[in-house]
């Protein structure tokens, strides 16, 4: 059974960081590609960045370009999404994503987790 669980959200004040983890099992990704995607309530789900399978390619929204960091440990099985300088609007539900490509488009991505919830207040 495949499952992607992330972690490590909550509430921070703006300026502040947090680090996402997703941790993936019941097969192996390695050859995948991975991202990040966000849903804010009342908006539809965004991209937000995605890493290619061996971590050389990253790609980032604009909105969080400078200020996010994607990463992936292939032996753990896990992705990580550092963020700092967090915005309340970078308020939302943080879901990762496995996928044969890095493609910003939700569609492309297979597999889903649950998603984390993220709320910077102001």
């Known amino acids: 059974q495949v499952q992607l669980v992330e972690s490590g959200g909550g509430l921070v004040q703006a300026g502040g960081s947090l680090r996402l983890s997703c941790a993936t099992s019941?097969?192996?990704?390695?050859?995948?590609?991975m991202a990040w995607f966000r849903q804010a309530p009342g908006k539809e789900r965004e991209f937000v960045s995605s890493?290619?399978?061996?971590?050389?390619?990253?790609y980032y929204a604009d909105s969080v370009k400078g200020r996010f960091t994607i990463s992936r440990d292939n032996a753990k099985n896990t992705m990580y999404l550092l963020m700092n300088a967090l915005k309340p609007e970078d308020t939302a539900v943080y879901y990762c994503?496995?996928?044969?490509?890095?493609?910003?488009?939700?569609?492309?991505?297979?597999?889903w987790g649950q998603g984390t919830q993220v709320t910077v207040s102001s």
């Open positions: 994503a496995v996928g044969p490509s890095t493609s910003p488009q939700d569609r492309r991505y297979v597999y």
């Open positions: 019941g097969r192996t990704f390695s050859t995948y590609a």
């Open positions: 890493v290619s399978w061996n971590g050389a390619f990253t």
